[in-house]
C-alpha cells in the first residue's frame, strides 16, 4: 500500500511486524497494540523507532502513558463507515498533545483524507496510487475551515479576529463565548 506523507508518496521506514515475529533492533518497527503492552519496557530501550498498531475498539487512555516513547501510532478502520479512529486522533492531538506521526491505516477513501488530515492525521496508508494523487491535491483545496481540530490550523473566526488585532487572550474570550 502506499504511504502518503506531507501530501507525497514516501518510503514506509517501518517494517510491520506480527503477534510473534522476530524483532530487529536496527529498523523502525510497528507493532500490534497486544504485543507493545505486554513489552512496553523493553521497547523502551529500542535504538530504533518504535511505533504501535492500535485498534479502533481500545480505549486510547491505555495507549496514553507510553505516548513518549512512540515515534508512530497507526490507528485503524476496519471499514470505512467505522469512525471510531477520527475520535481516537483527536484525543491523541489534543488531550495527550501526541507530536510523533499519526498514522491512519485500515479501510480508508478517497472522500475521507482531508477529514482525516483535520482530526489530526498526518500519514496515511492508500489502497492504491491514485488515491495518493488524489489526497496529494485534497490537501490543498481549502485553506480556511471553521471547526478548530487536531491539525492545529487556525479557524476562519480566529483569522477574522486577527484582521481586528486583537489579543491572544480577546481570541480565546470570544471563542469561548462561541461554544455552546
Not at 135 to 150: D, E, I, K, L, W
Amino acid at each position: 500500500m502506499p504511504l502518503i506523507k506531507n501530501g507525497r508518496i514516501v518510503e514506509d521506514r517501518f517494517v510491520r511486524v506480527d503477534e510473534d515475529g522476530p524483532i530487529t533492533d536496527v529498523a523502525a518497527v510497528l507493532v500490534p497494540a497486544e504485543r507493545y503492552l505486554a513489552a512496553a519496557d523493553a521497547y523502551a530501550e529500542a535504538k530504533a523507532p518504535v511505533g504501535v498498531l492500535w485498534p479502533n475498539n481500545r480505549r486510547i487512555e491505555e495507549l496514553a502513558p507510553y505516548l513518549e516513547r512512540l515515534a508512530l501510532v497507526a490507528l485503524q478502520f476496519p471499514a470505512f463507515k467505522d469512525g471510531r479512529a477520527y475520535s481516537q486522533a483527536r484525543i491523541l492531538r489534543e488531550r495527550y498533545k501526541f507530536k510523533g506521526e499519526l498514522r491512519a491505516t485500515g479501510d480508508i477513501l478517497q472522500d475521507q483524507f482531508l477529514f482525516l488530515l483535520r482530526a489530526g492525521f498526518d500519514s496515511f496508508e492508500a489502497k492504491k496510487a491514485a488515491d495518493a494523487a488524489a489526497f496529494a491535491q485534497a490537501v490543498h483545496r481549502y485553506s480556511v475551515f471553521y471547526q478548530p481540530t487536531g491539525d492545529g490550523r487556525s479557524t476562519a473566526l480566529r483569522e477574522r479576529l486577527k484582521r481586528f488585532h486583537l489579543g491572544e487572550d480577546q481570541l480565546l474570550s470570544v471563542e469561548k463565548e462561541r461554544v455552546p
